[in-house]
């Protein structure tokens, strides 16, 4: 879809896809570990991803480390 702005051209304008919302994946990145804390036996780590996204997350079933 695209929209005539006032600057006299065309831009687009993005569409919702309700389709897609809830639905159930994976996503599979190469991480490394930057940081780790275990508190009451649950351990946090800080990771980077192959993307190079940087976040915090439960070291889980779902990480498998080399």
């Known amino acids: 879809m695209l929209n005539y702005n006032s600057n ?3 831009e687009s304008i993005p ?3 309700l389709d897609l919302v809830g639905a159930i994946g994976s996503v599979t990145r190469r ?3 930057l940081d780790a804390f275990e508190d ?3 351990v946090e780590v800080r990771v980077r991803d192959s ?3 940087e ?3 439960e070291l889980d079933d779902d990480i ?3």
């Open 8 to 10: 006299k051209t065309y």
């Open 15 to 17: 569409r919702k896809r």
């Open 31 to 33: 991480i490394e570990i």
């Open 40 to 42: 009451r036996g649950e």
């Open 51 to 53: 993307m190079g996204n």
């Open 55 to 57: 976040y915090w997350t």
């Open 64 to 66: 498998s480390l080399d």
